[in-house]
């Protein structure tokens, strides 16, 4: 039977011999000391282990994040209903005529600083039409905004603070986006930014890219990045982050439920590449411009052209005339002909050209391809300025 001499010698802490080697290299993998591993309380360790990519992208961003308020003046119509008795009598007309009036309308989004000069990227929808333009920095500070330009088409604004030594986000590369990989959406959603001075934070994943929308048939939707980071109204404007801190894109759709705003699962944002042409053509010109003209009429391809052509389905356009001397004539385009694609983009339905060519400049080249007597050629159709 053992001692209790023997059963402590049995327990005793054993000496632990490092070699130089080793412990040389504990000390490198330690940043140069020992201490941490002992002197590192357990609450240290857990506020260490809470630092992670999305918290320091977050930290990095958030001073770069504005609130936008803005006041427009928009016209609204009012048709009288007794006007309906007398007619176009002009006479009756000065008194019971449709009657128009202006209206002061305030609204709120989202926008980031992208230079330290003071240019500010938003949403068309959110300052395009506005009088006055209010910008919220994060220190509290509010500063009086320019519109330098905008873009209806593409729902882009820039906008231009008088100040200096500002912080600013890092424009990243969206056609590199990963699906699956974190989102993070910032901005100002029903105006909480305004109670804290700080952009509301929400992280999900990159959902889907390449999305292809049709709210409305005069802007150009296409190629968006689908999230399922938390966007309500008011979060126009705001920057999509990757966990490198970079901008993907600008949050600008959400799915709704009926008449509401409010976000039921996915968010689309406008990808930053897309974006960059577009901030250097409205710091030059202040617009966008898309003078071209083509010199074809179409009309989609309908369930009864796409039998009389022996399509498979019902997808495309077909080209109801060509203009002479026309850009798509000098192309060898022809009544009849069906197109099929747009730079490589399968082209469903009269929408999808339409957005296609929303996006182009004058003396872009637009390679069609055509299906032509039971086959597929191709076409070259160069965009000229639009002739005076």
Known sequence: ????NSIQKTFRTPVIRLSPFLFFTLLSICGGTLSPLIAQSPTDQIASSRQNA?????????????????TE????????????????????????????????????????????????????HVA???????????????????????DYVSDISLLKIDAKNLPYVTLGNSDEVIIGEWAIAFGNPFGLFENVDKPIVTVGVVSAKGMNLNVDNNRSYRGLIQTDAVINSGNSG????????EVIGINTLIYTAGVSQAYIGYGFAIPINRVKPIIEELKSKGKVERDFWTGIDIQPVDARIA?????????????????????????GLK???????????KIQDQKTIVGLFQEARAGDIMKLKIYRDKSYVMANLILEKQRK
């Not at 002009?90 to 992208?114: C, D, H, M, T």
């Not at 910008?135 to 509010?142: A, R």
């Open 73 to 124: 003046i928009r016209e609204y119509q009012v048709r009288d209903p007794l006007s309906n008795f007398f007619g176009e009598d002009p006479f009756f007309r000065q008194f019971f005529g449709n009657r128009s009036y202006q209206q002061e309308v305030k609204g709120l989004g989202s926008g980031f600083v992208i230079t330290p000069d003071g240019y500010v990227l938003t949403n068309d």
């Open 335 to 345: 009544a009849g002909d069906i197109i099929v694609e747009v730079n490589g983009v």
């Open 1 to 4: 039977m053992k001692t209790m």
């Open 238 to 245: 705001g920057p999509l982050l990757n966990a490198a801190g």
């Open 54 to 70: 999305i918290t320091t992208a977050v930290e990095h961003a958030s001073p770069a994040v504005v609130g936008i308020n803005v």
């Open 307 to 331: 039998r009389y052509f022996n399509l498979a389905k019902a997808e495309g356009v077909i080209v109801s005339d060509v203009k002479e001397k026309s850009p798509a004539e000098k192309a």
């Open 128 to 150: 395009g039409n506005a009088k006055e333009i209010t910008v919220t920095m994060t220190n509290g500070q509010k500063y009086h905004a320019d519109l330098v330009g905008t």
